[in-house]
């Protein structure tokens, strides 16, 4: 029999350890979980509770927003009376509402472009105001330009140029004549707006439309819808000054103070002549001449027309404002109504060269027509040089009897004839050189052959001072 051994009994000290602590880790990790659980449900719950909170607030503040849309559609009825402004934004109103709350959701699925239109939606009203702001802003300057239509600094009268449905339509929208206005949109066709305005004006309908862009042009005498005429006066006046053409000097008074600038024409382009003009009014017995000097207009014109091409280049930037100028003040002023230009034709070098033409003449214009100088003294005052016109005493003996010659009787029935006349005022007498002195539109006249006024009698309203210039006697007035 073999050897006999007696097993060793191994005791298990570890498992139920290692089960106890898989028990508590297992209690540990379902109790982590559980917190982690009831935290993220809180943290949820939290955080629903905000998004609510924002949505709710955003609500808020787009109901808000909408309101004061409202409010400033309310306002623009101030601006335009009669205006269904409500029919024509509500719809931007509703629409800027409908967009802010679908970004306020986050279910925009074109976060740029819904952020434009909400931007775009909200300045709608805003846009509106704008413009009727504008056109009252504009109405005093608008009617001033309107009033002074066809001169200098006012709008063209040109329909070409001016229409009379925008000058009428406009009227129409400032209420200065009586009409229907209506704001026209179209939410599909995006954020643009239309003024319609219907005017009646003798018998003829107008029916202008005026939109966002145009009515901007009311602030700037370039633009398209309204056309001024431009002014030429201090750009003319500095031209003339400046070339040399003109001096200029200060009046003096009695004392010799400087009273007021004085333009001369610059000796270079004077004639030497010197012309002798008789005054208003002379002492009797004596005739007094003023003293004048042609001006050389052949130097001047020439001078002017080297010269004026920066003039006439800042006319030419705008071609419409140009040909109204043209039309309404140059040819008006020159008497050729006629010579019509068109303001496409101021695009072409001919065009341009006619242009020039009616400037030069339009500068030259009071130059001829008041073609001298006065020579001025010492003192400021006009030169003059008197002549004595009394006939020579001669001595008669007592027992001479004065012979009557036939002049003598020429010149007796010449004075009775003059005398008659100024007494019925009826009739004319004609006298030496055929000169005709008559009542004329209520006002006596001394003329000559061709019924032309007699020079040095302007202003003479006597009778018996004119007379003087038909060969009647001094003794008329003495």
Known sequence: MGAYSNPQEVVDTQTGQYFQNLQNTITQTVAGVATAYKAESERKKKEIKENADKLQASKIAVEKTKSEMYSDMNKLKQY????????????????YGDISNKLGMGTSEDIQGDLKLQTDYRGMIGNVQDSLATIASNSEGFMTKYNNSGQEGGYSQDPNINTLENTYGMLGMMQKLPGKVDLETDINKGTGFKFNVEVVVDGVKYTPGFGGAQLKGLNDDG??????????????????KDSGIYNLKKGLDKKGDATSEILDINEAFLLKDVQKTKAKSSKSGTTVYELSRS?????????????????????????KAAASWYNEVGDKALGDINDYMNYTELLT????????????????????????????????????????TKPAKTKKSGTDTPKVTAADKKQAKLDQAVTSLIKTKKGAVRGVDGNVLKIIDGHWRAVDKNDKQIAGTE?????????LYIGASRSLIE
């Open 223 to 240: 633009a398209e819808l309204f056309t001024t005429i431009p002014k030429t006066t201090d750009d003319i006046l500095k031209l003339m």
């Open 349 to 388: 070098d001919k065009g341009k060269a006619r242009f020039k033409k009616m400037y030069v003449d339009y500068t030259m214009l009071s130059l001829k027509n008041n073609p001298s100088q006065p020579i001025m003294n010492t003192e400021g005052d006009i030169a003059t040089e008197t002549i004595d």
């Open 80 to 95: 335009r009376p009669g205006v269904d402004f409500n029919k024509a934004l509500n719809p931007f109103v509703t629409a």
């Open 295 to 319: 001006l050389n207009l052949p130097a001047i014109e020439q001078k002017i027309t080297s010269i004026c091409d920066p003039n006439v280049a800042k006319l030419l930037v705008n071609p």
């Open 459 to 467: 202003g003479i309203s006597n009778p018996r001072e004119l007379a």
